[in-house]
């Protein structure tokens, strides 16, 4: 089966411009998750959808960062006003919502903001 | 809370030692676990899984055991290869399984 697709695998951007990224989960998958990977952490998860509906982003700061996942299948994930500590690589992942089992990611965007 | 406490890094091993990367976790009721890889460049790869205590997770020669007793699930191979230069994460997914929690990473270096 094809895996999640990413896009862009590389952005770099000035503070205070807008970037946006895509994710285009493994057919099928209801529950899709957008992460921040700063370097040298772990993920962190920023925002989970079940299907098209919010399910938890609680750790979403949403006075610059909004997501929306399209007809429950594809997601876009912005940043508006980007600053400095955005960068990262954000990776999105998806699974069938029974996290027992793992979940699939892409292989991210690696976002630098000079 | 949930939580996942491993051992920092980097490991720096020569190819063919033994591999142990600790860890533990911190959950309400019974998780599943997981260790993830992350190659230079990519995305988290799914390594191996336990679901249920006493289980042990197995992949490309890694093992895991499930262990409720010492709330730990540490990561061990063999015999290193170069190619498993990676960071290694740990991982659980909490009683209501729609909850996932990673540990900081562990950056192994294999040396030839």
């Known amino acids: 089966e094809a895996g999640v697709a990413q896009s862009p695998r590389y952005k770099i951007i000035e503070k205070r411009q807008s970037v946006a990224f895509w994710c285009n989960p493994i057919?099928?998958?209801?529950?899709l998750y957008w992460y921040q990977q700063i370097l040298g952490q772990g993920p962190k998860l920023l925002i989970q959808?079940?299907?098209?509906?919010?399910?938890?982003d609680s750790q979403l700061p949403k006075d610059r960062f909004s997501a929306e996942r399209l007809k429950g299948v594809d997601s876009t994930l912005k940043i508006q006003p980007a600053k400095l500590e955005d960068s990262a690589v954000y990776l999105c992942?998806?699974?069938?919502?029974?996290?027992?089992?793992?979940?699939?990611f892409g292989s991210g965007t690696r976002l630098t903001v000079v | 809370g949930d939580s996942v406490t491993q051992m920092e890094g980097p490991v720096t091993l020569s190819e063919e030692a033994f591999l142990t990367i600790n860890c533990t976790y911190t959950?309400?009721?019974?998780?599943?676990l997981f260790w993830y890889v992350q190659y230079p460049g990519e995305g988290l790869q799914l390594l191996l899984k336990?679901?249920?205590?006493?289980d042990k997770g197995s992949n490309k020669g890694f093992e895991a055991t499930y262990r409720k007793e010492t709330t730990s699930f540490h990561l061990e191979k063999g015999s290193v290869q170069v190619s498993d230069s990676a960071v290694y994460f740990c991982?659980?997914?909490?009683?209501?399984?729609?909850?996932?929690?990673f540990g900081s990473g562990t950056k192994l270096n294999v040396k030839p």
């Open positions: 992942a998806s699974s069938l919502g029974d996290e027992r089992y793992g979940y699939t």
């Open positions: 057919s099928g998958h209801a529950t």
């Open positions: 959808f079940q299907n098209n509906g919010v399910v938890d």
């Open positions: 959950a309400t009721g019974y998780p599943s």
């Open positions: 336990a679901t249920k205590a006493d």
């Open positions: 991982a659980l997914s909490g009683y209501n399984f729609n909850k996932f929690y």
